[in-house]
């Protein structure tokens, strides 16, 4: 099944401590991103990936790393987590760099940081 | 500094109603808009989308409206049903590949 995959799905930890979201995609797309969703914000970009070792900043970056070294695979890191990024994590991917391709998102990722 | 204003924040429509959600934008680098529909405890998914070269665009029950020289596009949903209570989202988006969301529309369809 064509999927964009998100892991863990739930996440509590404590301010400081290192985390990695991963992300993975099964359809050999070009393009990948991460968003997080907080209420009355709707949906931001963190950071997007338009090809293997080719990494973007979107709306929102700091606090944030990405990196790209596979095609498949866009793991989200927080380095120092803190209480301002406890949100709604999702990743997306499409086809190719062609910005007006369809996204396909995954099953989003919620993040507690105490 | 929001990219994308949508209205409302949310919507209560009787079955068989018509709903509608409307977003504005003010950069004219803008070259394409899509329209999300997220039900709770999923990602959100591509329902329709435009570009700023047809004024109306229609799939099935969900129309796009555009306005250029106003920069205003709106959703409609005809004959809205139960089914269809969803958050939405407009976006916009360049040739940057940045992509900009609404505040996204809680929409409630009561049978």
């Known amino acids: 099944e064509a999927q964009v995959t998100q892991n863990p799905r739930y996440l509590i930890t404590v301010t400081g401590k290192k985390l990695t979201v991963t992300c993975s995609q099964n359809?050999?797309?070009?393009?990948m991103s991460w968003y997080r969703q907080d209420p009355g914000l709707g949906l931001r970009q963190i950071y997007y990936?338009?090809?293997?070792?080719?990494?973007d900043k979107g709306d929102v970056p700091e606090g944030y790393k990405v990196s790209r070294k596979e095609k498949r695979n866009f793991p989200l890191i927080l380095e120092s987590p803190s209480p301002n990024q406890t949100s709604l994590y999702f990743c997306?991917?499409?086809?190719?760099?062609?910005?007006?391709?369809?996204?396909?998102f995954g099953p989003g990722t919620r993040l507690l940081v105490l | 500094q929001q990219q994308v204003k949508q209205s409302p924040q949310s919507l209560i429509v009787q079955k068989g109603g018509i709903s509608i959600i409307n977003c504005a934008y003010e950069?004219?680098?803008?070259?394409?808009f899509p329209w999300y529909q997220q039900f709770p405890g999923k990602g959100p998914a591509l329902l329709i989308a435009?570009?700023?070269?047809?004024s109306e665009k229609k799939e099935g029950r969900f129309t796009i409206s555009f306005n250029k020289s106003a920069k205003q596009f709106s959703l409609h949903i005809m004959d809205s049903q139960p089914g269809d209570s969803a958050t939405y989202f407009c976006?916009?988006?360049?040739?940057?590949?940045?992509?900009?969301f609404g505040t996204g529309t809680s929409l409630t369809v009561i049978p």
């Open positions: 997306a991917s499409s086809l190719s760099n062609y910005h007006q391709e369809t996204q396909y």
């Open positions: 359809m050999n797309h070009e393009y």
């Open positions: 990936s338009m090809n293997v070792e080719v990494t």
């Open positions: 950069n004219t680098a803008f070259d394409y």
């Open positions: 435009i570009r700023p070269d047809v």
């Open positions: 976006a916009a988006i360049g040739a940057g590949n940045q992509f900009y």
